[in-house]
């Protein structure tokens, strides 16, 4: 082989040393930010939808316009034209109820509304028996496996009465008996919760079934919810009708037998709109992210829950722990600050660790959630001074690689130059 071909390969192997060398250095260092904080009352946007010919009459969104500006100060904007990026980039909640006209396929509706979930967003989405129209509807949620059944589905109930206390979730708060005329079913291609990455589907729940004592399924199921990776959250409802003026009156007549159906209303756009039921985390930090310590240091972590305006945390258990490749190595209870109800802090000693790669996880548990985990940071365990660390192999392959091609190079130079004398 000639040296010229053998000092290139010499020159690719030092550079893909090098890469390796880098992303060794730096593929263990990660801070991962927590979530958004939560919107506020005063500043969630509500778009209600009245480009599809939707079977809701006037008098019947007026009285909804008025239940929002009751409970909120928040702007409401009214949705007269088709769907677009552009059109839905302030809005927080997009309210769709009972359209009886097909989605624009020349404008790529449907897709403007996946991009809108992508983009943290929330949707209240609502079919019924009265005008059929569970198509349109379809077009929209099928991507995430939710369905409208039609067929088999229609569910004639009036008076609907459940046990809305276990679990207690925030779409429930207040409520005991809901008025569901007419509905159509709702089912959900369970596969989704694996198969749909981006944003991933955290969690589903059935809200409301027709006898709680079954199982969820197309028959039985009028109200269902999706929560995604990125705080997006879809409510599927089966009954429109529930939302008209026989069923929805003022908050001020609390004498109205009807009432939950309005609170339920007001607890939805509360929900959607990221104001309540949030239990996450945020700016979670830990002393000594990406750093190298010594068997034995004790890690320290702080870390700020998301939680819902007035909702009591005194019901999440929220632990700091040393992991290694999914193995908790060490665990430890976080204690509430007594200055802040939603600040925790907490420690993990690393004692009696082998050294190595540790991820530092935060995990919260509440009930009516699944549990919510967050690697916070990454520490590499050594063995305290002056205990050997092993060489890092890359390292030494470029090294030696180096001095080889130095050498070589030197070499090659003083032959060449003594040809020429």
Request: glycine share 6%; proline share 5%.
């Amino acid at each position: 082989m000639s040296k010229p071909k053998i000092y290139w390969i010499l020159i690719v192997v030092v550079f893909f040393l090098t890469l390796l060398t880098t992303n060794n250095a730096n593929l263990h260092v990660k801070t991962v930010q927590g979530a958004v904080k939560p919107t506020l009352e005063s500043e969630i946007v509500i778009g209600i939808d009245l480009s599809h010919n939707n079977d809701v009459n006037s008098t019947e969104i007026a009285n909804l316009t008025s239940i929002l500006n009751t409970t909120f100060t928040q702007q409401i904007v009214f949705l007269n034209e088709k769907f677009t990026s552009e059109s839905l980039s302030d809005i927080d909640v997009l309210t769709i109820l009972a359209p009886t006209t097909p989605f624009d396929l020349d404008l790529e509706e449907a897709k403007v509304v996946e991009e809108f979930i992508k983009a943290g967003k929330s949707l209240l989405i609502a079919s019924g028996f009265r005008n059929q129209t569970r198509e349109p509807l379809n077009d929209l949620l099928n991507v995430y496996g939710l369905k409208f059944n039609f067929s088999r589905s229609i569910i004639s109930e009036r008076a609907l009465a459940r046990n809305f206390t276990t679990p207690k979730i925030p779409l429930t708060e207040n409520i005991s008996q809901l008025i569901c005329p007419n509905g159509l079913g709702i089912s959900f291609n369970e596969s989704k919760l694996e198969s749909y990455q981006s944003p991933a589907i955290l969690f589903y729940n059935p809200i409301l079934l027709v006898n709680s004592d079954e199982a969820p399924s197309e028959n039985n199921t009028l109200i269902s919810s999706l929560e995604f990776e990125n705080g997006a959250r879809i409510l599927a409802i089966g009954s429109a009708e529930m939302f008209n003026n026989s069923y929805i009156e003022p908050l001020a007549n609390t004498s109205s037998i009807f009432l939950d159906n309005t609170d339920f209303f007001v607890n939805a756009i509360k929900w959607l709109g990221r104001n309540t039921g949030i239990i996450n985390f945020y700016d979670p930090w830990v002393d000594l992210d990406g750093q190298s310590i010594n068997i034995g240091t004790i890690i320290n972590g702080n870390v700020t829950l998301v939680n819902s305006q007035n909702q009591s945390l005194s019901q999440v258990q929220l632990t700091i722990s040393i992991e290694r490749t999914g193995s908790i190595l060490s665990s430890r209870g976080m204690q509430i600050s007594p200055n802040n109800a939603s600040r925790y802090f907490g420690w993990v000693s690393t004692e009696d660790l082998g050294f190595g790669y540790c991820d530092i996880i935060f995990m919260a548990i509440h009930i009516g959630y699944m549990p919510i985990e967050l690697t916070a940071g990454r520490v590499y365990l050594e063995p305290p001074f002056p205990s050997r660390q092993n060489p890092n192999p890359a390292i030494m392959g470029l090294f030696l690689a180096s001095s080889f091609l130095f050498v070589s190079s030197a070499i090659f130079i003083y032959l060449n130059l003594e040809k020429k004398e």
